[in-house]
């Protein structure tokens, strides 16, 4: 028997309404490429989004089409997010820190119909011009900032402001099927050609729902939240459609993310939880140490994307009463799978092993399941000391990739290999070891490089820290250790390697550190273990055969 319920579907337009509705004053803050703050209310973007859905159809946008964009946190970026899905045609974020190879390869790919573009992109649109097929590319700015652009003679540019002004608000959302593609974001992989990730409305809401909840980014309406995560990677981790959700403010930091301006940001506008990658937080974390800077009402800060190093979970709850949460997730997981919060019951442990558990990826969200499998694909026990390939399979994981030629994605029954590997514990409770092509593989036997790398952040002269798998005449790979300085500070590679002992088995120590200025990272801000392995792979070769 059918139930009685309803069944409305689930629409991104939705959450929209319900903030223009309920939270009608509450404010979108944006700091914009031309360094002001802007400032428009939940009912005033509601407005602005239907507008600019008439734009789109002027400028030939249908449903199913791809809309692009190289644009930086902020509120028109937010209206593409809503307008785009909201008439049943994709948004695509493009990530501008990829090479102008794979923004090409990537604009082709996706098909995109309309390229938006923040002005301070326009030499990478110049570049790209002649090699897109795309007519239509419109500067995100208003006709004062308009700035001049050499495009091919098919092309036409527009600005953002004066296509508004012509445009009607006459549009009303309407409904469709939930399972329709709302955004698209291509995985920044280190090797071969980035992948397509394409996201349902249905997808990102239960998404959205799911990070909201008090063990994950427990969100309420008082809240003011600063995405420092970029809205060109992976949705800037739902927090555009969960704070809207909930009515929580949204401050958007534009294109300055080092420590000064974040923290600026923070105090100004009253910021009460932030997310972002590891390299974010150590900028902000060296800018405050060095000015003296308080953060005012920040409570709480999202790491993700890359492990989290213990340190900064330290420091922030002890010197500045921010609670660091660690969380873990990829674009192929919309992106949030785990996330680290206490759970009953802990209290009975030490302070020692509370916050030994802190340090893992924390606990899968309802919606997600999680298994580790060994290269046989034999599931593993979930004792917290095995550890094996990382399976996820759920409401917002990936099941294919976009694009017809496209290889990969979930099995038949759902399962999505991560390319991690790590442990699950009786608790639920994952800890990501290595990545599996990162793992050091000592004469048979796994190193976890991240367990090294965080011993070596712990350290007092280190800035930054990278394990690679070296090649090794004897053992096939040994761990390298490459360590950044702190500014104005030294490295003693003997006494570094000391601060190893009773953390880890002898044997997993770095058989050579090497003190260098600086660490490549992708463009998403993670260590380019690709780009150090090329440099320093035969680093063990080499010095043996001197
Ligand atoms: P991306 O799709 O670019 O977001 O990359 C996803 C990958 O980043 C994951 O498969 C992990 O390897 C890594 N990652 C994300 N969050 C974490 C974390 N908290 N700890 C360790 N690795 C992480």
Redesign the pocket.
């Known amino acids: 028997m059918l139930s009685l319920m309803q069944t409305r579907p689930l629409m991104i337009s939705s959450i929209i309404k319900h903030a223009a509705l309920n939270h009608a004053t509450t404010e979108i803050v944006s700091r914009t490429v031309e360094d002001t703050i802007h400032r428009i209310s939940y009912a005033a973007i509601e407005v602005r989004m239907r507008r600019l859905v008439r734009v789109l159809q002027r400028l030939g946008v249908q449903q199913g089409d791809r809309v692009g964009t190289l644009a930086w946190n902020g509120f028109r970026h937010l209206e593409l997010y809503y307008a785009a899905p909201g008439m049943g045609a994709i948004f695509h974020t493009i990530n501008p820190r990829l090479g102008t190879d794979d923004i090409a390869f990537i604009i082709e790919d996706a098909g995109d119909a309309v390229l938006f573009a923040e002005t301070s992109f326009v030499g990478l649109i110049e570049a790209l011009a002649p090699r897109t097929a795309v007519r239509h590319i419109v500067m995100m700015t208003d006709p004062a900032n308009m700035p001049e652009v050499k495009l091919a003679p098919n092309q036409t540019l527009h600005c953002y402001e004066t296509l508004m002004a012509a445009a009607d608000e006459d549009y009303e959302w309407p409904e469709f099927d939930e399972l329709t593609a709302a955004g698209l974001c291509y995985?920044?992989?280190t090797t071969g050609r980035p992948k397509g990730v394409l996201y349902s409305h249905r997808s990102t809401l239960l998404h959205a729902f799911a990070v909201t909840l008090p063990d994950t980014f427990g969100l309420r309406s008082a809240d003011r939240v600063l995405p420092v995560v970029p809205m060109f990677?992976?949705n800037a981790w739902g927090l555009p459609f969960a704070a809207p959700m909930v009515g929580a403010a949204l401050v958007m930091a534009g294109r300055h993310l080092d420590g000064a301006s974040l923290a600026s940001l923070m105090n100004s506008e009253r910021v009460t939880f932030s997310a972002g990658v590891p390299t974010i937080w150590l900028g902000l974390l060296q800018h405050l140490r060095a000015s003296g800077a308080r953060l005012d009402t920040v409570k709480s800060l999202v790491?993700?994307?890359?492990?989290?190093p213990p340190m900064l979970i330290d420091v922030f709850a002890s010197e500045y009463g921010v609670r660091v949460d660690?969380?873990?997730?990829?674009?192929?997981?919309s992106?949030v799978g785990?996330y680290n919060k206490p759970k009953a019951g802990e209290e009975v442990l030490s302070a020692a092993e509370q916050r030994q558990r802190r340090l893992g990826?924390g606990r899968p969200l309802f919606g997600v399941e999680m298994k580790i499998v060994d290269d046989t694909g034999a599931t593993l026990p979930r004792d917290g000391i095995a550890f094996g390939n990382?399976m996820v399979r759920g409401h917002w994981v990936c099941q294919r990739y976009y694009g017809d030629n496209a290889s990969g994605g979930a099995d038949e029954s759902g399962w999505f290999a991560?390319?991690?590997v790590a442990t699950l514990d009786a608790d639920g409770f994952m800890t990501?070891t290595d990545?599996s092509k990162d793992v050091v593989k000592s004469g048979g036997e796994w190193i976890s490089s991240?367990t090294l790398e965080n011993i070596a952040v712990a350290h007092p002269s280190v800035a930054e820290a990278a394990i690679i798998a070296a090649h090794h005449p004897k053992w096939d790979e040994r761990p390298l250790l490459l360590v950044v300085p702190k500014s104005g500070m030294t490295i003693d590679p003997a006494e570094l390697l000391a601060s190893y002992a009773g953390h880890v088995p002898k044997w997993w120590l770095p058989d050579g550190v090497l003190v260098v200025p600086e660490l490549p990272h992708?463009a998403?801000g993670?260590l380019n273990k690709l780009a150090l392995r090329t440099q320093y792979g035969q680093h063990f070769l080499n010095n043996a055969a001197e």
């Open positions: 995985t920044s992989g990677h992976v790491i993700g994307g890359s492990a989290c660690h969380a873990w997730g990829m674009t192929e997981m992106p785990t990826q990382l991560t390319g991690d990501i990545r991240i992708t998403t993670k």
